[in-house]
């Protein structure tokens, strides 16, 4: 990649010359990697559209990222092959699409695939005409055929025979493929009525719990941080037990599991088994923020310190692996060395000894499942196959030892480990993403008061304001290697929302604060619809698709929407702005009678509704911020799960004392309809936060 990125490309040709394709002019870590096929790859373009339609030829685009397993093995397999690259060059326009730089394209054709496939996945393989309308969708399709899958070649054959040969048929697919694209991304709107969907939801993810290893729905098993946050809400707001120990047990499971990177820390994007045992091993950014709330929300709920701890781990795996020099963080790791999955991250029992000597190297193993012939392809992926206290008592060992212990042997593992050769880094930074990790870090320290935490999330979001906007202040996708591009979609302004207003939370400093109603501003202006309430995916300043979708589905992140709709309400509490709260309002509404269908896809959405409608906890500081007795009081409000928590400050002492007495900072709370006296040390605060918990 570094070779790639330093080509000197004033000097070649538009079309890359004989060594590269286009693609060696991308700012695309992904797109990068595909410079050197024999493929005549293009970018996507104009110029690519128009010769498709200029030469009569239909498109093929295929969409992935730089950390993306089944996308390596495609390219080595089929676009590094020179047969397979012939038929795409002499029968096709090929277009390469990286779908963390344009997620809209992404979203759009994953849609199509899921309407003609009834799945989906990446790499994702579109044939579509010079306007865009897709007729066929794929996501890995192997060399010569193979699982009842034919070869690429013959695949290609067929469908340029079907194209030339049977052109109004695919053109009828194009029609039907279009209006089903519209029809699927259309919302429905519904009440703001909580009771009943909220339920309904809660309902849904008992039914898909597994009850032997928690988590949800078969394999490929994946982490779901917000579904975990959600049922801590929920068990707040209903006192259903289960709710509280899905979200436990599922939260301890991964921290046990192979999921979790027990050497380094982070966690990874999936498991494959129910066990959470055998990961899929890329690492990304979105998922270690994602993890933090969760586990951050379980210790609020629960003071329970192990949460904590994890959180804590995983702050340190994005701290030490994931930060620029420059201050924002980077996309991904990847799942290969080499070729080879995995590799990095996994051990032989020969391997362990030798780092750890014999005798430690006997009780490693047993605590960690490492055994002679191997959980994973002949080699070891470490996991607790118990409880580090259930162990300890086991052993014979007393726990606080074991822990210490097992700190130590990390240590000299990571040590040893890092000697290895190191899977590709994802050097691409994101808006989206990076507002993701300033909204945990922020959480993170008002939790914990760790101040690294403020600071990597403020340095953070210096390099997103400053790096990652263009002359005029508008927000820009994504930065690689000193250049910015791509104008921001939704979900950039709505996370990056999320960062400032949980900063404001953290520390109560009004810049924050004003930063994100500056924010919501532009994003409302940029996305909103005029005619009716939901926001656009993309900006009114941008390419438009086939459709221009309102994305109300939350994935492995809550949607644009839903992030949007939470900040709003959550600002116009704050600031008591009528316009956020209308907005907030509509844009719930406009969705709501999607998730009532079907909840479990809109999660997020009911976390903004329950906020909306459930009672207030406004506290609100006066006098200074900057005082120890001030930030213990503000950390202690932050060591608890209060979800309605409305934080406000107000300027010099506008809250007076009782009985005339002075201090440098006053708290007051308001809940449940009553206003308590004010308070000016953290143990009358922590009993008044006690009172109403």
């Not at 010569?144 to 053109?171: C, H, S, Y």
């Not at 991304?185 to 339920?199: F, R």
Request: glycine share 8%; hydrophobic share 40%; proline share 4%.
């Amino acid at each position: 990649m570094r070779r790639l990125a330093a080509v000197d490309t004033a000097s070649l040709p538009t079309d890359g010359g004989p060594n590269y394709n286009r693609l060696i002019f991308a700012q695309s870590p992904y797109l990068l990697q595909h410079a050197e096929n024999p493929v005549d790859w293009y970018p996507w373009c104009n110029e690519a559209f128009a010769k498709a339609k200029k030469e009569d030829k239909p498109i093929f685009l295929s969409i992935g990222y730089a950390t993306c397993h089944w996308c390596h093995v495609m390219e080595h397999e089929s676009f590094e092959d020179n047969d397979v690259a012939k038929v795409l060059n002499d029968k096709f326009v090929c277009i390469k699409v990286d779908r963390e730089e344009r997620p809209d394209i992404d979203d759009q054709y994953m849609t199509v695939a899921q309407l003609i496939t009834g799945g989906g996945g990446w790499p994702l393989n579109i044939l579509m005409t010079a306007d865009k309308v897709p007729f066929f969708a794929a996501t890995y399709i192997p060399k010569t055929a193979k699982m009842q899958m034919p070869g690429i070649i013959e695949l290609l054959d067929q469908i340029d025979d079907f194209w030339k040969n049977n052109r109004d048929a695919v053109l009828e697919n194009c029609s039907q493929v279009k209006q089903g694209l519209e029809k699927a991304v259309e919302p429905h709107a519904g009440t703001l009525d909580d009771e009943a969907v909220m339920a309904k939801a809660f309902q849904v993810l008992v039914a898909a719990y597994d009850n032997e290893w928690a988590g949800f729905g078969e394999t490929p098993k994946f982490p779901l941080p917000h579904y975990l946050s959600f049922l801590i809400r929920f068990w707040k707001k209903s006192r259903a037990v289960n709710a509280l120990w899905m979200s436990e047990d599922t939260l301890k499971m991964i921290r046990r599991g192979g999921i979790f990177d027990q050497v380094g820390f982070g966690i990874h994007r999936y498991a494959v088994d129910k066990k959470w045992l055998v990961p899929h091993f890329e690492k990304m950014l979105y998922d270690q923020a994602m993890i933090v709330h969760a586990y951050l929300d379980a210790f609020q709920a629960t003071g329970d310190a192990q949460y904590r701890t994890a959180a804590e781990e995983i702050l340190a795996f994005v701290l030490n692996e994931m930060r620029s020099p420059e201050g924002g963080f980077y996309s991904a790791w990847d799942a290969d060395t080499d070729g080879v999955e995995g590799e990095y991250y996994t051990w032989t029992q020969h391997e362990i000894q030798a780092a750890l000597g014999e005798e430690a190297a006997g009780l490693v193993c047993r605590l960690f499942g490492i055994s002679e012939q191997g959980n994973f392809e002949g080699r070891n992926i470490l996991n607790l196959p118990v409880p580090t206290q259930e162990f300890s008592e086991k052993e014979g060992i007393h726990h606080e030892t074991l822990l210490k212990n097992i700190e130590g042997w990390r240590t000299s593992l990571e040590t040893v480990r890092k000697e290895r050769r190191k899977p590709l880094r994802d050097e691409k930074i994101l808006s989206a993403w990076n507002g993701l990790m300033i909204s945990s870090l922020a959480k993170g320290f008002a939790v914990t008061g760790d101040k690294r935490y403020r600071e990597a999330a403020e340095s953070a979001l210096h390099f997103v304001t400053t790096q990652l906007r263009n002359t005029d202040g508008r927000l820009l996708r994504s930065w690689y290697r000193g250049k910015a591009s791509i104008p921001a979609f939704l979900e950039d302004y709505a996370f990056l929302g999320w960062g400032l207003i949980q900063l404001y939370e953290a520390t109560l400093e009004r810049d924050y604060l004003d930063a994100a109603h500056t924010n919501a501003k532009d994003m409302l202006k940029l996305f909103n619809d005029k005619e009716t309430y939901g926001l656009f995916d993309t900006g009114s300043d941008t390419e438009n698709l086939l459709v221009r979708k309102k994305g109300g589905h939350d994935g492995v992140v809550p949607s644009g929407n839903a992030a949007a709709a939470m900040n709003l309400i959550k600002l116009a509490k704050i600031t008591d702005n009528s316009r956020f709260l209308d907005e907030g309002k509509g844009i719930l509404r406009s969705f709501m009678g999607s998730i009532t269908e079907n909840p479990i896809t809109g999660l997020h959405f009911l976390s903004a509704l329950d906020y909306l409608n459930c009672p207030e906890t406004e506290i609100t500081f006066s006098g200074r911020f900057d005082s120890v007795e001030a930030r213990k009081m503000l950390h202690s409000v932050h060591k608890r799960f209060l979800p309605g928590l409305v934080l406000r400050v107000l300027e010099g002492n506008a809250i007076t004392m009782p009985k005339g007495k002075t201090a440098e900072t006053v708290v007051q709370i308001c809940a449940s309809g009553a206003c308590r006296l004010p308070v000016a040390d953290v143990q009358e605060l922590e009993r008044l936060l006690d009172e109403i918990a």
